[in-house]
Every structure is written in structure tokens, then in C-alpha cells.
């Protein structure tokens, strides 16, 4: 028998209800589910509509469901169709006719949200977690790299020498706009819609506002149709998550480019790194192309839960059943990305030699632009000529450093003996001492400003705890 099959007469074919079933995916809610059926039950008892009786036989129950569950001594029913109506069941089983009083002036409508917000509130907080731990390493190395010199790149070509520390306080800067995402989605998700019923609610009287606190919601949900049918929070969560994902997936490409010996910035961790079944002489970016290669199944699931929104009438549909699983495996994916990430990261052996070199060549040539419009040339005039400059290095197989002052002075008046100090990339950084540059002091006070944003990451309140 079915909890809903007072107005049926005929069983449900196995094949639909194979297909309608969910318990095979959403029985990662049981511990949700068995919270917010707890503190319902006390919201319950506490408006006179159990005794208080039949509150703590409702509670012990569910309490030693949960501890079969966690034992793995529960035998779960698909005919049952979902983990709600399981726990029900095995209520009902254990304690009789007080199990079947719990739901009263409850819908699974609005039992699933709260279960999905609850599961979404403390994934976020995980999330959030493991971002924070790769924001520690980028900062870590970026304080071992303060003085490597390295070229930056604009077109994946070389274009201005920066640091390592400044190139990786670019990932940080990133991730702290991630942080910010996921606290957002957090106070989306921090809605509790108990007491919203199927969709308008219940003529009971009960205490909307007492279960929300009891479970640490901020809020009860404002509007029934809405409190059902809103998946807004998934999708902020999937939707950071895919912001997350491609700054990862950037990182990761840096990584790959950077272990080829035609870059031979890194070597690659042998604890992150696999070979080839045919070549021995290989050792393969395996892990940072997985990271690169995972962003695009979280990219869409957030499409397909887009897809299955945008048509929905309210206010439940049972097409948001769909939700759950692209939710599910997008905290798996996020979650075990940033991890593996942090621990590549942290695990990289930068060449600091090789790096410098590759700093060099042409990557002052704005720099002698610069001097020239210091001495009153027009940018555009200055740009032409050490263009000009450019192409006869290349011409004669030579670098700017090369130069005489006399062969400057072939391109333009305006050189002067000082010209020849333009050339080291270390006094480049020192004149770049504009806020967010990568002049070594303002590097310092960046590394300053992200450990201060890491502790405020660290204070947020969903870290408090429920």
C-alpha cells in the first residue's frame, strides 16, 4: 500500500513506478529528513496537535532510524518510492499509529525543499570550506615566490614580466569573488518553507517560526506557492559552482602548459602525475586535466536545471525531482576538485631559473616606450619607434639587452645613457608600484590584504555551525 492511494483502485505498473522512484538517489537526505521531521514533531506537540506523548515516541523513533541508518542495518523500499516516505514507513513500523500523526500539516511538497535546503546549507558550508584551504595554498606559494620573476602573458604570448606571487594572487582574487557566490547562495538557500504544505499552507494552527529556528533558519519563506517550487537556491549553488569550476579549470591549463618541456616552469608531483602505458619517458597532467575536463559536467547540470525550470507552472511539479541529482553530483564534483587542486598546488616545484629567462627579451619593450614618453614623446610616436627596435633585434638575432646606447640613438634622439638600466626586468617591477601592480611592495601588501580576507572567509557565519 501507498501512503496516497486512498482514491486509487488499481496498483501502480512496476515499470512507472520504477521510473517515478527516487529513493535510489535521494536517500543522501536521510539525516535532513529525520532532522526536520524531529523538530516538526516538537512544533507539533508544542500546538497541541500531538500529545506530548506521542512527540517522544515520534522522536525516539526517528532517532533510532537514524542510528540503523548510519549503521547500515536499513533495508530501503523503492516501492516506497523516495527517502520521506521510507522513514514514514519505517516510523509508523516501529511506533505505530503515533508515527502516522507526523505528518500532519505537512506535504512532501514542502518536506523535500526543507530537506534540499538543509542539504544545501551545510554542502555550501563544505564548499566554502575546501575554497578556503586552496585560497591558503595560492598564498603560501605566493609568499615562497615573492621574487620569482616570470613573464606574463597576454594571447598566450609574452608580454610584461610580472611575479609568480603576483600571477597566483590572481587566482586568489578570483576565488574570493567565488567565496562571495557561494555566501550568497548560502542566504538563498537559508529559507525554511515548513508550513507551506502542498501549496497554500494548512488551516491547522502551528508555528512556522519555531521550527525555523529550531533547524537555524534565518526566515520562513514569504509566499506558499513560491516556498514549494522555488529551486532558486540550486541554482545560485550549481551557478557558483560553475564560476568555480572554470577558475579551476583556467589554473589547471596554466599547470599543463606549464610542465610541457616547451615551458618548463614546473615539474610535475609524482604523487599528482601518471605515465604512459606505451612511453616511459612520459609523466602525464592527468590530475589537472581531469579538473579541466570535470567543469564541463558541472556546467551542465546547471544547463539542465535551467531547462527544467523555465517551463514550470506553479506551484510543484514532479519535474523537480530532476533537481536532485544535478545538485548531488555537482557538490561531488566541485568539492573533490578543489581538494585535489589544493593538493597539486601545494605539491608544485616551480623552476625559478627557467622562469627568469623566459621574463626577459622583449617583455620591456612598453617599458622603453615609456622611458620615451618621459622625455616628452607622444605614446603613439614612442610606440613606433621601439616597434622599430623590436624588428631590428629580430633582424639581427638580438635581444634589447644587446644594444649599444649608439644604436638606440638610431631610433630616436630621446635615448640616453640611462636607457641601458631599462633593461632589467627586476627595476621593471619596482616602477610598477601602482595599487594592485606588481611592484614587490604592493605584492607584500596584497598578500596582506588576502590573509585578512581568508580570516574574514573563516568568521563567515555558515561556519558556525548548526
Same mark, same amino acid.
Request: aromatic share 6%; charged share 25%.
Given at each position: 500500500m501507498k501512503l496516497w492511494d486512498g482514491r486509487f483502485r488499481e496498483n501502480l505498473e512496476a515499470g512507472a513506478e520504477t521510473f517515478g522512484a527516487s529513493i535510489d538517489f535521494d536517500q543522501r537526505l536521510w539525516r535532513?529528513?529525520? *532532522?526536520?521531521?524531529?523538530?516538526?514533531?516538537?512544533?507539533?506537540?508544542?500546538?497541541?496537535?500531538?500529545?506530548?506523548? #506521542?512527540?517522544?515516541?515520534?522522536?525516539?523513533?526517528?532517532?533510532?532510524?537514524?542510528?540503523?541508518?548510519?549503521?547500515?542495518?536499513?533495508?530501503?523500499?523503492?516501492?516506497?518510492? $523516495?527517502?520521506?516516505m521510507n522513514i514514514e514507513e519505517l516510523l509508523t513500523a516501529r511506533i505505530g499509529e503515533?508515527?502516522?500523526?507526523?505528518?500532519?500539516?505537512?506535504?512532501?511538497?514542502?518536506?523535500?525543499?526543507l530537506d534540499l535546503r538543509l542539504y544545501a546549507k551545510a554542502e555550501l558550508a563544505q564548499v566554502?570550506?575546501?575554497?578556503?584551504?586552496?585560497?591558503?595554498?595560492?598564498?603560501e606559494q605566493a609568499k615562497n615566490h615573492l621574487d620569482t620573476l616570470m613573464p606574463g602573458y597576454t594571447h598566450l604570448q609574452r608580454a610584461q614580466p610580472v611575479t609568480l606571487a603576483?600571477?597566483?594572487?590572481?587566482?586568489?582574487?578570483?576565488?574570493?569573488?567565488?567565496?562571495?557566490?557561494?555566501?550568497?547562495?548560502?542566504?538563498?538557500? $537559508?529559507v525554511c518553507p515548513l508550513g507551506a504544505g502542498a501549496l497554500a499552507a494548512t488551516t491547522l494552527p502551528i508555528n512556522r517560526e519555531m521550527v525555523a529556528r529550531e533547524l537555524c533558519f534565518s526566515r520562513v519563506a514569504e509566499n506558499s506557492l513560491d516556498a514549494v517550487s522555488d529551486r532558486d537556491f540550486v541554482l545560485e549553488f550549481t551557478g557558483a559552482a560553475c564560476l568555480i569550476m572554470m577558475h579551476l579549470s583556467r589554473l589547471a591549463? #596554466?599547470?599543463?602548459?606549464?610542465?610541457?618541456?616547451?615551458?618548463?616552469?614546473?615539474?610535475?608531483?609524482?604523487?599528482?602525475?601518471?605515465?604512459?602505458?606505451?612511453?616511459?619517458?612520459?609523466?602525464n597532467p592527468d590530475v589537472a586535466e581531469l579538473i579541466r575536463g570535470k567543469t564541463g559536467r558541472v556546467y551542465g547540470h546547471h544547463l539542465a536545471l535551467l531547462?527544467?525550470?523555465?517551463?514550470?507552472?506553479?506551484?510543484?511539479?514532479?519535474?523537480?525531482?530532476?533537481?536532485?541529482?544535478?545538485?548531488?553530483?555537482?557538490?561531488?564534483?566541485?568539492?573533490?576538485?578543489?581538494?585535489?587542486?589544493?593538493?597539486?598546488?601545494?605539491?608544485?616545484?616551480?623552476?625559478?631559473?627557467?622562469?627568469?629567462?623566459?621574463?626577459?627579451?622583449?617583455?620591456?619593450?612598453?617599458?622603453?616606450?615609456?622611458?620615451?614618453?618621459?622625455r616628452g614623446l607622444p605614446f603613439r610616436q614612442a610606440h613606433r619607434v621601439v616597434g622599430r627596435l623590436v624588428g631590428y633585434c629580430l633582424e639581427q638575432g638580438r635581444a634589447l639587452a644587446d644594444l649599444t646606447l649608439d644604436e638606440y640613438r638610431r631610433f630616436s634622439p630621446e635615448f640616453g645613457p640611462d636607457v641601458l638600466a631599462v633593461g632589467d626586468p627586476r627595476r621593471s617591477l619596482e616602477r610598477r608600484d601602482l595599487p594592485g601592480g606588481p611592484a614587490?611592495?604592493?605584492? *607584500?601588501?596584497?598578500?596582506?590584504?588576502?590573509? #585578512?580576507q581568508l580570516a574574514g572567509n573563516r568568521s563567515h557565519p555558515m561556519f558556525a555551525g548548526e
Open positions: 535532513q529528513d529525520i *532532522r526536520g521531521s524531529i523538530a516538526h514533531a516538537r512544533m507539533l506537540a508544542a500546538c497541541g496537535l500531538i500529545s506530548r506523548e #506521542e512527540m517522544e515516541q515520534i522522536v525516539a523513533g526517528l532517532e533510532s532510524i537514524a542510528a540503523d541508518l548510519e549503521a547500515g542495518q536499513v533495508e530501503l523500499r523503492r516501492e516506497a518510492e $523516495d527517502i520521506h503515533a508515527g502516522a500523526k507526523l505528518h500532519t500539516a505537512r506535504s512532501r511538497n514542502d518536506q523535500v525543499v566554502a570550506a575546501v575554497l578556503c584551504k586552496l585560497q591558503e595554498v595560492l598564498l603576483h600571477h597566483l594572487l590572481a587566482y586568489f582574487a578570483m576565488l574570493q569573488r567565488d567565496f562571495g557566490r557561494l555566501s550568497h547562495a548560502y542566504d538563498a538557500a $537559508d591549463e #596554466e599547470i599543463i602548459l606549464w610542465a610541457t618541456e616547451e615551458f618548463g616552469f614546473v615539474e610535475l608531483p609524482d604523487a599528482y602525475s601518471t605515465g604512459s602505458s606505451m612511453m616511459p619517458q612520459k609523466k531547462t527544467v525550470l523555465k517551463g514550470l507552472p506553479l506551484a510543484y511539479n514532479k519535474d523537480l525531482q530532476e533537481d536532485k541529482e544535478a545538485l548531488f553530483d555537482t557538490v561531488d564534483t566541485v568539492k573533490a576538485c578543489l581538494e585535489v587542486c589544493a593538493g597539486l598546488l601545494q605539491a608544485l616545484r616551480f623552476r625559478r631559473e627557467v622562469m627568469a629567462e623566459a621574463a626577459g627579451g622583449f617583455t620591456l619593450a612598453t617599458d622603453l616606450a615609456e622611458y620615451l614618453v618621459r614587490p611592495e604592493q605584492v *607584500r601588501l596584497a598578500c596582506a590584504r588576502a590573509r #585578512e
